[in-house]
């Protein structure tokens, strides 16, 4: 069992930026398939983008729209979400979800490809 840690969700104003960590302690983010979900109040589950193990390749969902961005340092062992010009809309839970095996690329976006999940993150978005 892989357990998943995010931090940095908290409160912030329209048009702050927010970076949002992901941990796994018991295996290297690095040999997994990482990925980022939200899901706001009363909706589903989004997908929001993926980063790939071995050479991290990215992924994004289309509303992402260069706003967020996913990367990963190694030597921390850390996934992050970093968001930008975030508004009302982007409230909700974040979720860091991995999978230790590959993902095809047009599947990143599907929740029930990823093994593990973390508890969530709240990111709340004022106006």
């Known amino acids: 069992q892989v357990q998943l840690a995010e931090s940095g969700g908290g409160l912030v104003q329209a048009g702050d930026s927010l970076r949002l960590s992901c941990t796994a302690p018991a295996r290297s983010v690095t040999t997994m398939t990482m990925a980022w979900f939200r899901q706001g109040a009363g909706k589903e589950r989004d997908w929001i983008a993926s980063?790939?193990?071995?050479?991290?390749?990215?992924y994004y969902a289309d509303w992402v729209k260069g706003r967020f961005t996913t990367s990963r340092d190694s030597a921390k062992d850390t996934v992050y979400l970093e968001m930008n010009s975030l508004k009302p809309d982007d409230t909700a839970v974040y979720y860091c979800?991995?999978?230790?095996?590959?993902?095809?690329?047009?599947?990143?976006?599907?929740?029930?490809?990823?093994?593990?999940w973390g508890p969530g993150a709240q990111v709340t978005v004022s106006s």
């Open positions: 980063i790939t193990y071995g050479t991290p390749n990215t």
């Open positions: 979800a991995a999978e230790p095996s590959g993902i095809l690329a047009e599947n990143m976006k599907l929740e029930r490809l990823y093994r593990y």
